[in-house]
């Protein structure tokens, strides 16, 4: 089995049902076990097609049982003007939304360590995934929202037999909350933030772009709140280049609301760590993060790339969900954020760029 190791102290610990954080509080990343093997992907149409090159792959055997079917979502030119220019439609996915690739690795590996309970906190998408595979596993879940959070989400989530905390409050309150009744009941803490077998899962995303352009491209926009998307585009594409299938990282180019951009702030002010900030509210809720807990690697992440991070203001978001559906994308309001930073990015002739589409329309009002 492999470890945990802290990214502040390189303290290490086994792969264990209740841990969640270093003694020292740190963030936990897991030790690359170095046993690549990208010459045995398979041909399964799903994530798991990568499963060698998951890192601890021999705890996330169980696959079989807990997959929904999850990844090989289409990636299509948006345009017929623009052909350089991808979409790659996340929102073709079992619970509608990009969040599936990780959960899918850590239920699995929640399974596995024979977890009866978990426990997670979202804005709404990582929660509705959560609930349909902990269902799919028969674990038992609470999940944790703030308490505006889209009643269409809300309803997905209990359809599956989750059960619904929801919290007043900022964000930063509900992830507090589900980490103290973490605690409390001494369960897993199903976090896409803390728990690093979901980048396992999201860095399966740059794998597919590079299977289906046949190399890497250029540029890869994406949303950020938490860093999910961020971070297993990263891991991913860097695996691919150590591997000497891609000659060199694609551009990050990431994505925040005006009205909550932490990382933005950090990236322009060149500091290490992103202060937190207010949220004073935006549309996209699925990456309103004030105080993202991963933001020393997320940052390091776009600076590697020479990438940047652009910020959107709320008309932007909703004319951009507009122009989308009228090329047949309908998506959910968070979703088109990336849309707008595309049309914001000011690009180089020929440029080939992918524009993730995230979440469903039907998601959001
Ligand atoms: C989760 C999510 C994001 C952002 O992901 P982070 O991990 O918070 O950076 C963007 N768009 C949608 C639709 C999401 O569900
Ligand atoms: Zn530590």
């Known amino acids: 089995m492999t470890n945990y190791i802290c990214s502040v102290c390189n303290e290490t610990y086994p792969i264990q049902e209740t841990r969640w954080k270093c003694e020292c509080g740190g963030l936990l990343n897991l030790v690359k076990s170095k046993a690549d093997s990208q010459n045995k992907w398979t041909s399964h149409p799903s994530i798991w097609r990568y499963a060698s090159s998951m890192d601890a792959g021999e705890d996330l055997k169980g696959w079989p049982s807990v997959t929904l079917g999850e990844g090989q979502t289409p990636l299509l030119v948006l345009d017929e003007t623009e052909s350089n220019t991808f979409v790659k439609v996340e929102f073709m996915m079992p619970t509608l939304s990009f969040k599936d690739r990780g959960v899918a690795v850590l239920v699995t590996l929640a399974k596995q360590l024979g977890v009866e309970k978990m426990i997670a906190d979202s804005s709404g998408n990582a929660g509705t995934a959560i609930a349909a595979y902990s269902a799919r596993a028969g674990i038992d879940c609470d999940v944790y929202v703030r308490a505006d959070t889209s009643p269409k989400k809300l309803a997905q989530i209990e359809a599956h037999g989750a059960k619904v905390k929801a919290v007043k409050g900022t964000r930063e309150d509900v992830a507090a909350a589900a980490q103290l009744a973490v605690e409390e009941e001494q ?101 309103a993060i004030a105080a993202p807990a991963r933001s020393k690697q997320i940052l390091e992440a776009i600076r590697e790339t020479k990438g940047t991070i652009i910020t959107i203001g709320e008309e932007a978001i909703t004319e951009a969900r507009r122009k989308l559906a009228a090329k047949g994308f309908y998506v959910e309001i968070t979703s088109a954020i990336n849309y707008a930073g595309y049309l914001k990015y000011s690009k180089s002739k020929d440029e080939v760029i992918i524009i993730p589409l995230c979440g469903a329309g039907i998601k959001s009002n």
């Open 187 to 287: 369960v897993f803490y199903a976090s896409h933030v803390y728990n690093p077998y979901f980048y396992e899962g999201t860095k399966t995303y740059a794998f597919e772009i590079f299977e289906q352009l046949k190399k890497a491209p250029d540029t890869v926009i994406v949303p950020v709140g938490n860093g999910t998307l961020v971070l297993g585009v990263y891991y991913g594409f860097k695996e691919l280049l150590e591997a000497n299938r891609i000659d060199r990282m694609p551009k990050i180019v990431a994505i925040q609301a005006e009205k909550c951009a932490p990382l933005a702030k950090a990236f322009e002010n060149q500091e290490i760590i992103a202060k937190p900030v207010r949220n004073e509210g935006t549309l996209a809720e699925g990456i």
